[in-house]
């Protein structure tokens, strides 16, 4: 239908538009204007076509093909040198091997194959995609309009030293926004190959914002990792093309295994690496480094999430496999090991990345095992996840600034400093493992999912998740403890600040709420299509879930009888309390302050540790992946 | 208050004990004794606990300790107090760090005696303290759910005994600012207390040969009146007074050392100058050196007029004030 | 077969007389163990009614609202069970339950309470992957997560799940709070901790947590139950036994530290669970 296509090219096109024209715009005041225009614009847009009758669809691009190519083989070429000049200057040899094997690849393919690159359809909509797209385009809007007060705080107030490069960073936000849609959108898969690198250098540029030495470092990892999987993702292209004459998509899902295995696997590697999975994890704790609307956007909701977008769609192609096993191997062992590394560290963000990769795992682990049950589990992650931990990383991005510290520890008493956004990231932390919200729905699905297909794997799930129960607990209580009676933080939030975060907290409680109409109005037919049954919770089990999600919404009312009839005193510090709760008399008459402090297991668990078993558990495993694929 | 008999545990804080009434403590636990039956729990908490019970005399850092234990111990509780030197000291009772027995920081409701004091005393003694508890769970609950608040009660002549205790408590530390125990408060006998409330001074008076000028009977009672302060059920401020023609005659007005500072006193002589509407005239009286009750009863509006030696040491002064 | 709602009522009101009827035996047993006499069977239901009467003290106003949640879900997650649903729901809500537990000892804002909070936090990572594993191993045998098929299952599960059996006694030690794993809190007179996790909590708030302790106990011996369902007689003697067996080595065992702890929990999930899963998906 016309108006999807061309909704769906407005969806592409108008960000990557928008983003041009903010590269410019130095008053702060238009850039408002822009920004919020083109995100109600987004927004709309995203809602109108999620909402449109029968919106799946393919459709062929109505432009020209011929200077459509060409200008899109310019826009590679000049990113690949773009990189190689980057890859020289950091002298980074990797860099510009990696870089001159895939550009050279695709190039030589482009020039050789030349007109046989047609594609039917180069744009599709289907369900999946439509998910994808509402998450690019609500969660990723309110990111932007966040990312208006809080990159003016970043620069006025908080990091004075850094260079304000504001025009450059919404620019970049935008035109990745519009290359995500692209990505989801795109049958085509050179187009989107195009997407992805586009991404990827969006990653790059945006993690060395700062132009730290740290975030320079941190940005060239991150290019590398990408890189190799962009290679990957070009070598599957050339493949496929070579094995089965086509550039599609659908027509790669569609193949039978024998076909699409190689360039399944392939992009699943892809996949891997883009979704940071061990043994590729480092680049998005690296990534850390970069201001907060970054984080949230590309390194947990979005970008991340084509990576496993990817990974679920190659679900039919590689399900029951070998290869579908290793996948499915990377993704246990990652989730595993990136929940308990997360309970090591009390850095926030560090926190939030750990969580973002061990989440992640569990979506590729669904997507290895690549049943009905498993992608639609996978999905329903997808979507929670991209909601609750992009709260959560804007909620510690207002608390790093109010704050002056990333802390944990530094949280103490949130609950009364910043009573607001305390509360939101209490819903964000619920809404990340905490019955009856989204995620615990998800991890159900899983675990069901993976007892009916293969049952050994569910030991990663089982420890997994008892992991991430400690340190989402132990965070939720260091923000309700109150040691010393606070003073209120001065916690104004800007209007996009608020926006979003009052926002994302009300989508938090909406998508468990509405969790059944989003999973048999999107998910549900799209593994219906593909796999010609599904899956879905109980009726019953609906009912309890409603039950518990009363519980929990009543909790807050509960604070109507706050305090009647209760005396208060201190609390036990052995009857040598001084002042209230806060200082005891110690040895030698002297006071000591009440220090509450979190486990952090460092005797027992080790970060760097973790990291090297996962990176080479799981490079064992993709070695495996390989020889499974090509042998 | 069904249950509280069945189900006491317990709060076991050494002040400054040599730990033989610990041990003795303790051994109640054990099996030859086993206070378990009766539903004792050692628990370590105060916030968990119904009795607090003190070994060991009172010093400097565990003046503090009792009093912060004590008042994280919610309502109904009962102290008990183990042993001669938690009694009063005990052979430590002059030493230069010593300030007392446990009554001088916290009510206490039964002593235990002895050095150490015996398993079976120790039990004895915490079966006593039950029947102490439900008396005071029954004494609050009808005066209507008061918890934690201040009564000011008439005192009759079955609170003797803990008035006495009261006294004995109160005036430790009048004792200790003249460094002289001869206070006539400290001597006081139960039997003395007790005939105290049956004086009729008013009759003493007109028979000393003064004018019987009694207008109103029940203006002027013709007997001791006793004021007591209650909170949740045990008396921690007492004052009395009695009445001769026009003139009303205060004396002991006491609160424990615990609740002290908090404007008891004061209330206390406010309620007693209300039990005699018919006289013009207040008289009390107390040591020179007691600068707090001094300032106190300047503040409610007495004058001093007269001072009378007692002892070397300790000097009456009289105030008065007329009512308005 | 009882119908629901007479069954959930018989649950509600039978469960914490039977809960607390077993915290007295549990005592008294102990009393006899250590050759002293005990208390009266009754014991807890004086200290509760007793805890019930006292005055309400508290350091954060906001403490006791925790563990009113705390009491309702986990009565709620002992109704679930008993209706017959989804054991992985089931397992779902004690945790959230458990976290409430958790929250407010955190809330509570003491030194005692503080640790007693992480330690909890300890014992459920430690006894969650073995409960998900004993569902899993469930579902494996009965092909259903439900507990009325569970329940109604013609051969005795514990034939077919003996590993996860055994695993599951380990972690009920942890989950009835008794030595070597009363890490967060405990009865007895260990009082290195205070009294851990409820140390700040007093009064009604102390009652109610004790209420939710006996209903939780009904639970999880139901759940023992569950592995001899098709005979029940079976099942009911082995539930007796195996809380008897938790009070014998209650009283034989020092604590653990809590690393151990740990440690020994995840190797026996994954070693007798994860085996016993391993087992049967082999001979499938």
Not at chain 2, 101 to 111: A, E, R, T
Not at chain 3, 95 to 122: D, H, M, N, Q
Request: charged share 15%; hydrophobic share 50%.
């Amino acid at each position: 239908m016309h108006v999807v296509m061309t909704l769906v090219l407005a969806l592409i096109l108008v960000p990557i538009a928008a983003g041009l024209v903010l590269g410019v715009i130095r008053l702060d005041a238009l850039r408002k204007v822009v920004v919020g225009v083109v995100t109600l614009a987004v927004f709309c847009g995203t809602l109108a076509l999620a909402a449109w009758p029968a919106p799946v669809d393919s459709g062929v691009v109505p432009f020209n093909h011929y200077w459509l190519n060409l200008g899109m083989l310019l826009v590679e070429i000049g990113m690949g040198l773009y990189v190689i000049v980057v890859g020289v200057r950091s002298r980074r040899p990797l860099i510009v091997a990696l870089m001159l094997a895939q550009g050279g690849l695709m190039l030589w393919f482009e020039l050789t194959q030349g007109p046989r690159l047609e594609a039917a359809h180069d744009l599709f909509v289907d369900n999946f995609s439509l998910i994808m797209a509402l998450i690019n385009g609500v969660v990723g809007g309110g990111i932007c309009l966040y990312a208006l007060g809080y990159m003016r705080e970043y620069h006025e107030v908080a990091h004075r030293d850094v260079p304000d490069r504001r025009p450059f960073f919404f620019a970049l936000l935008f035109v990745f926004m519009g290359a995500m849609f692209g990505l989801v959108f795109a049958n085509n898969l050179m187009w989107l190959f195009l997407f992805w690198e586009i991404t990827t250098l969006c990653s790059f540029l945006l993690i060395g914002y700062t132009q730290t030495p740290e975030a320079r470092r941190n940005a060239l990892r991150a290019l590398v990792m990408n890189l190799a999987g962009g290679l990957a993702f070009a070598l599957a292209i050339v493949w496929f093309h070579e094995k089965a004459d086509s550039i599609e998509l659908q027509t790669l899902i569609a193949s039978k295994q024998s076909l699409a295995l190689v360039p399944a696997a392939l992009l699943c590697f892809a996949g891997i690496t883009k979704s940071a999975q061990l043994p590729f994890s480092s680049w998005l704790l690296g990534a850390m480094v970069a201001p907060t609307p970054v984080s949230a956007l590309l390194h947990s909701s979005t970008m991340v999430k084509a990576g496993v977008y990817l990974v679920l769609r190659m679900a039919p192609a590689v399900t029951g496999t070998t290869v579908g096993l290793m996948v499915a191997l990377v993704g246990g062992v990652t989730f595993v090991i990136g929940s308990m590394a997360a309970i090591t560290t009390s850095e926030a963000k560090r926190v939030l990345a750990w969580s973002t990769v061990a989440n992640l795992g569990l979506i590729v682990l669904c997507g290895g095992i690549g049943t009905g049950e498993a992608v639609w589990a996978g999905m329903l992650l997808i979507v929670f996840h991209a909601v609750a931990k992009c709260l959560l990383f804007l909620c510690v991005g207002v608390v790093e600034h109010k704050l002056h510290s990333r802390d944990i520890e530094a949280m103490s008493g949130l609950v009364v400093n910043l009573p607001r956004v305390a509360v939101m990231m209490l819903v964000g932390m619920a809404g990340m493992f905490l019955a009856p919200f989204g995620m615990l729905i998800s991890k159900w699905a899983v675990l069901k999912a993976v007892v009916d297909a293969s049952p050994l794997l569910s030991v990663f799930i089982v420890f997994g998740s008892s992991a991430t129960l400690f340190f989402w607990v132990k965070w939720m209580g260091k923000l309700l403890e109150v040691v010393e009676p606070q003073r209120r933080v001065k916690g104004d939030l800007a209007l996009g600040e608020s926006i979003a975060l009052y926002g994302l907290s009300a989508a938090t409680f909406l998508a468990c709420l509405f969790f059944p109409l989003i999973s048999s109005r999107f998910i549900e037919p799209y593994v219906l299509s593909v796999y010609g049954q599904t899956a879905s919770l109980g009726q019953g089990n609906l009912l309890i879930m409603t039950i518990m999600m009363i519980f929990v919404l009543l909790f807050p009312l509960s604070f109507v009888w706050y305090g009647r009839g209760v005396k208060v005193v201190d609390a036990y510090l052995g009857g040598a309390n001084v002042r209230s709760g806060v200082g005891f008399t110690g040895s030698a008459s002297q006071v000591q302050e009440v220090n509450l402090h979190n486990y952090y297991f460092r005797g027992l668990l080790d970060e760097a540790g973790l990291s090297r078993c996962g990176i080479i558990g799981c490079s064992i495993v993709l070695a495996v992946m390989a020889a499974a694929a090509f042998v | 208050m069904a249950g509280i008999k069945q189900s006491p545990w317990i709060l076991h804080y050494d002040a400054s004990s040599c730990n033989g009434c610990d041990i003795e403590t303790l051994a109640c636990l054990t099996p030859v004794f086993d206070v378990e039956r009766l539903g004792v729990i050692n628990t370590g908490n105060p916030k968990h606990a119904d009795i607090f019970l003190v070994t060991g005399a009172v010093n400097e850092q565990s003046r503090d300790v009792i009093r912060n234990l004590y008042r994280q111990m919610p309502e109904p509780k009962v102290v008990i107090a183990i042993g001669a030197c938690a009694a009063t000291g005990g052979v430590f009772r002059e030493c230069y760090n010593i300030s007392g027995g446990v009554d001088s920081v916290i009510p206490v409701d039964v002593f235990v005696p002895g050095c150490a004091a015996r398993p079976e005393a120790i039990i004895d003694g915490v079966v006593q303290a039950l029947a102490v508890l439900e008396q005071r769970q029954l004494d609050t609950a009808t005066a209507g759910g008061s918890v934690d608040q201040v009564l000011y009660l008439r005192a009759q002549k079955s609170n003797a005994p803990q008035i006495l205790a009261l006294q004995k408590a109160a005036y430790q530390s009048e004792a200790g600012i003249y460094g002289d125990e001869g206070f006539p408060a400290l001597q006081q006998t139960l039997e003395e207390l007790e005939d105290e409330f049956d004086r009729r001074p008013n009759r003493e008076a007109s028979c000393l040969g003064t004018q019987e000028t009694r207008k109103d009977p029940e203006k002027t009672p013709n007997h001791v009146v006793f004021i007591k302060a209650v909170v949740n059920g045990r008396i921690i401020g007492a004052v009395r007074g009695y009445a001769v023609d026009d003139t009303a005659y205060l004396s002991r007005v006491i609160v424990h050392p615990y609740f002290q500072g908090m404007g008891i006193g004061r209330r206390l002589t406010e309620e007693i100058e209300t039990a005699f509407p018919g006289v013009k005239r207040f008289e009390i009286f107390t040591g020179h050196r007691n600068e707090r009750n001094l300032r106190q009863f300047r503040k409610l509006g007495y004058q001093e007029f007269k001072t009378e030696p007692f002892t070397p040491a300790i000097r009456w002064i009289y105030l008065q004030k007329e009512r308005k | 077969m009882i119908s629901l709602p007479f069954r959930l009522l018989i649950y509600l009101i039978a469960g914490p007389v039977v809960g607390g009827l077993l915290a007295g035996w549990d005592r008294r047993i102990s009393a006899r163990m250590q050759s002293r006499r005990g208390p009266p069977i009754f014991q807890p239901f004086y200290d509760v009614r007793k805890l019930w009467q006292k005055q309400s003290i508290v350091v954060r106003r906001s403490q006791n609202f925790y563990i009113l949640f705390f009491l309702l879900l986990v009565i709620f997650t002992g109704a679930l069970f008993f209706a017959g649903s989804d054991l992985l729901l089931v397992i779902f809500a004690l945790t959230l339950a458990a976290i409430f537990f958790v929250l407010g000892a955190y809330k509570a804002s003491s030194p005692y309470s503080f640790i007693g909070a992480e330690r909890e936090l300890i014992q459920m990572m430690a006894y969650e992957p073995m409960i998900l594993l004993t569902a899993i191993g469930m579902y494996m045998v009965t092909k259903s997560f439900y507990v009325h098929d569970i329940a109604s299952h013609a051969t005795l599960l514990v034939l077919a799940l003996p590993g996860v059996f055994l695993g599951f006694l380990y972690t009920l030690e942890i989950k009835f709070r008794k030595s070597p794993f009363d890490l967060s809190s405990s009865h007895h007179a260990h009082q290195e901790l205070v009294r851990g996790i409820t140390t700040e909590f007093s009064g009604r708030a102390l009652a109610l947590v004790e209420i939710a302790h006996w209903y939780e106990n009904v639970f999880l011996l139901g759940w023992v139950y569950l592995f001899f369902a098709s005979s029940p007689l079976l099942g009911v003697a082995v539930s007796l036994l195996v809380f008897v067996l938790v009070i014998l080595t209650d009283n034989v065992f020092a604590r653990l530290k809590w690393q151990t702890a740990l440690r020994s929990a995840w190797v026996v999930a994954a070693v007798l669970g994860f085996g016993n899963i391993l087992v049967l998906s082999l001979l499938r």
